[in-house]
């Protein structure tokens, strides 16, 4: 496997509570990996350690190490804005900025000066809207608050707004959650459209989307990683008791 | 369904009483509010001619003659927007830093904490100190001492009031721009800064109202004069002064006229406020509800 994330005995803890217990998995490159299980499992505190958002929180405290290609996000010399340039995040609510449409599509490339003049801003807008198939609808309301949009679009907007920094890794928290079912299914045809080309990470509670979406499946289990692997293998002939149980919905 | 009454009885006379309360609260409140209002109208207006407005006092102003108060208008709007100006500019990093990078920590409640105490000290207490600098310094009472101390006494309320808008940031927000790379400075420009618009708007309004208000503060480092400023380090009349020297008058031509001057500010505050309020209407078209 061509791993684009190795995790490597991760320990994290909340004051005093431990949420991930040695976690060690690998993420393939490319692919769209689910990460499933209850809630409280560790599957979204899992997910902040890849761009350092756990960090963010007060009182924490994580050991071992998590490598993107092969380098350690939490190396003491690493700057963490290029950490989350490279990772980028689809949150589980769409958080547009609070600005118009076009500048939440430009702030990302503003801020790493990723092109030389207005025209090239304004083409990258217009390519990365497209992208995330959001161009048609808005192109003659770039100025209008980001806000104006539904959540839908402002999901879409997200997208945009993230893939427009060129990350290597989009990482989603249940990024359909907030969404109507329309909008749901446009935002996971656009991942499906972009794992070609993007290691996409999942986090989501539910069966269905990780069954449409995903190519690695991670199961979680009280901060444990319970069993991964090609999502063939564990949907269909799971190893372990418990990842059986959950697939049959018995928790 | 009669073995309950007794105590709905008891809850709903307790909302009547609390509701009435509170009606009553508003009924003090508006009242003096309208009777103050009354007062400086209905004393003030007679007195507030063209001449009040567009003239610096005469000779034999102060025994009811010619004149005005242009000087103390003037002066005093320098002052404010002078301090105001100043006091900005510390209070929006201080604000911001405090947000960033001190948070609900042990040393940002230091800093709030001494913001709170010195936005509790009398503004003449202000004016003494500002009054002691000056003849360590040997300056003279002038419009720059002036805009010096009305910074200091804007200072807190300002940073206060900024804090508190500031801290309601929504979370959400700011980790959308951290995800993109952004770094906390940069989130704090970038993005604090223009959700909180409004709010820092309204926050400095406050402090704007509480500047050209104050009377205290300014009377040793301003001084008062019948001239307008011409530079910074001239001496300075404004209204608050303006108002207090009038109303000591014993010309009853001159106390009126103290009315007017009171009037005057009064109206500046409220054409302050209501521009302010409507540019932070124009403002808020970005900002995330």
Same mark, same amino acid.
């Given at each position: 496997?061509?791993?684009?994330?190795?995790?490597?005995?991760?320990?994290?803890?909340?004051?005093?509570?431990?949420?991930?217990?040695?976690?060690?998995?690998?993420?393939?490159?490319?692919?769209?990996?689910?990460?499933?299980?209850?809630?409280?499992?560790?599957?979204?505190?899992?997910?902040?350690?890849?761009?350092?958002?756990?960090?963010?929180?007060?009182?924490?405290?994580?050991?071992?190490?998590?490598?993107?290609?092969?380098?350690?996000?939490?190396?003491?010399?690493?700057?963490?804005?290029?950490?989350?340039?490279?990772?980028?995040?689809?949150?589980?609510?769409?958080?547009?900025?609070?600005?118009?449409?076009?500048?939440?599509?430009?702030?990302?490339?503003?801020?790493?000066?990723?092109?030389?003049?207005?025209?090239?801003?304004?083409?990258?807008?217009?390519?990365?809207?497209?992208?995330?198939?959001?161009?048609?609808?808005?192109?003659?309301?770039?100025?209008?608050?980001?806000?104006?949009?539904?959540?839908?679009?402002?999901?879409?907007?997200?997208?945009?707004?993230?893939?427009?920094?060129?990350?290597?890794?989009?990482?989603?928290?249940?990024?359909?959650?907030?969404?109507?079912?329309?909008?749901?299914?446009?935002?996971?045809?656009?991942?499906?459209?972009?794992?070609?080309?993007?290691?996409?990470?999942?986090?989501?509670?539910?069966?269905?989307?990780?069954?449409?979406?995903?190519?690695?499946?991670?199961?979680?289990?009280?901060?444990?990683?319970?069993?991964?692997?090609?999502?063939?293998?564990?949907?269909?002939?799971?190893?372990?008791?418990?990842?059986?149980?959950?697939?049959?919905?018995?928790? | 369904?009669?073995?309950?009454?007794?105590?709905?009885?008891?809850?709903?006379?307790?909302?009547?009483?609390?509701? $009435?309360?509170?009606?009553?609260?508003?009924?003090?409140?508006?009242? $003096?509010?309208?009777?103050?209002?009354?007062?400086?109208?209905?004393?003030?207006?007679?007195?507030?001619?063209?001449?009040?407005?567009?003239?610096?006092?005469?000779?034999?102003?102060?025994?009811?003659?010619?004149?005005?108060?242009?000087? $103390?208008?003037?002066?005093?709007?320098?002052?404010?927007?002078?301090?105001?100006?100043?006091?900005?500019?510390?209070?929006?990093?201080?604000?911001?830093?405090?947000?960033?990078?001190?948070?609900?920590?042990?040393?940002?409640?230091?800093?709030?904490?001494?913001?709170?105490?010195?936005?509790?000290?009398?503004?003449?207490?202000?004016?003494?100190?500002?009054?002691?600098?000056?003849?360590?310094?040997?300056?003279?009472?002038?419009?720059?001492?002036?805009?010096?101390?009305?910074?200091?006494?804007?200072?807190?309320?300002?940073?206060?009031?900024?804090?508190?808008?500031?801290?309601?940031?929504?979370?959400?927000?700011?980790?959308?721009?951290?995800?993109?790379?952004?770094?906390?400075?940069?989130?704090?420009?970038?993005?604090?800064?223009?959700?909180?618009?409004?709010?820092?708007?309204?926050?400095?309004?406050?402090?704007?109202?509480?500047?050209?208000?104050?009377?205290?503060?300014?009377?040793?480092?301003?001084?008062?004069?019948?001239?307008?400023?011409?530079?910074?380090?001239?001496?300075?009349?404004?209204?608050?002064?303006?108002?207090?020297?009038?109303?000591?008058?014993?010309?009853?031509?001159?106390?009126?006229?103290?009315?007017?001057?009171?009037?005057?500010?009064?109206?500046?505050?409220?054409?302050?406020?209501?521009?302010?309020?409507?540019?932070?209407?124009?403002?808020?078209?970005?900002?995330?509800?």
């Amino acid at each position: 496997m061509d791993a684009h994330i190795q995790v490597k005995n991760l320990d994290a803890y909340y004051n005093k509570q431990q949420a991930l217990k040695n976690v060690n998995i690998e993420i393939p490159k490319n692919q769209i990996t689910v990460i499933m299980g209850p809630s409280g499992c560790g599957k979204t505190t899992l997910l902040k350690t890849f761009n350092r958002f756990f960090e963010l929180t007060e009182n924490t405290k994580l050991t071992g190490e998590v490598l993107v290609d092969g380098q350690n996000i939490y190396d003491k010399d690493v700057d963490v804005t290029e950490v989350r340039k490279v990772v980028g995040l689809l949150a589980q609510r769409p958080s547009p900025l609070p600005m118009s449409i076009y500048d939440n599509v430009v702030y990302g490339m503003h801020l790493h000066k990723m092109k030389k003049d207005r025209k090239e801003y304004k083409e990258a807008v217009r390519h990365y809207l497209e992208i995330a198939g959001l161009y048609e609808e808005v192109k003659k309301r770039m100025h209008d608050p980001a806000t104006s949009l539904s959540i839908g679009q402002q999901q879409r907007l997200c997208l945009a707004r993230g893939l427009a920094v060129e990350p290597e890794i989009i990482l989603g928290d249940e990024p359909t959650s907030a969404l109507d079912p329309i909008s749901s299914q446009n935002i996971e045809a656009r991942l499906l459209e972009l794992k070609q080309q993007y290691t996409t990470v999942i986090v989501t509670h539910t069966l269905r989307q990780a069954k449409r979406l995903a190519d690695y499946v991670i199961y979680m289990y009280l901060g444990e990683v319970i069993e991964s692997g090609p999502a063939k293998e564990v949907f269909g002939n799971p190893k372990h008791e418990r990842t059986k149980q959950y697939l049959e919905g018995l928790f | 369904m009669g073995m309950k009454k007794n105590r709905l009885e008891r809850r709903h006379l307790m909302e009547a009483f609390m509701k $009435a309360l509170m009606y009553i609260s508003f009924v003090i409140v508006a009242g $003096a509010l309208g009777l103050i209002l009354w007062t400086i109208i209905s004393r003030g207006l007679p007195s507030l001619t063209w001449d009040m407005v567009s003239q610096v006092p005469k000779g034999g102003y102060y025994m009811g003659k010619e004149g005005g108060i242009l000087n $103390a208008i003037i002066g005093s709007l320098y002052l404010a927007a002078g301090g105001t100006l100043l006091a900005i500019l510390l209070s929006l990093p201080i604000a911001l830093y405090l947000k960033t990078y001190l948070g609900q920590s042990k040393w940002g409640e230091y800093v709030r904490l001494s913001l709170d105490v010195l936005w509790g000290i009398p503004s003449i207490v202000y004016g003494a100190f500002g009054f002691a600098l000056m003849i360590a310094f040997g300056m003279r009472a002038s419009l720059l001492a002036g805009i010096l101390v009305l910074a200091l006494v804007e200072l807190p309320i300002m940073t206060r009031a900024m804090d508190e808008v500031i801290r309601r940031m929504p979370a959400d927000l700011e980790h959308a721009a951290l995800a993109l790379g952004s770094t906390k400075f940069e989130v704090a420009l970038n993005v604090v800064t223009r959700q909180m618009l409004p709010g820092i708007v309204t926050a400095i309004l406050l402090a704007f109202g509480r500047g050209i208000g104050d009377a205290a503060s300014v009377l040793f480092t301003a001084g008062y004069t019948d001239r307008i400023p011409t530079s910074l380090m001239r001496p300075t009349a404004s209204l608050p002064l303006a108002v207090f020297f009038q109303l000591g008058s014993p010309y009853p031509e001159v106390r009126e006229r103290g009315y007017a001057a009171a009037l005057i500010l009064t109206i500046i505050v409220l054409a302050v406020s209501f521009g302010a309020r409507w540019l932070s209407g124009r403002l808020n078209k970005y900002t995330i509800k």
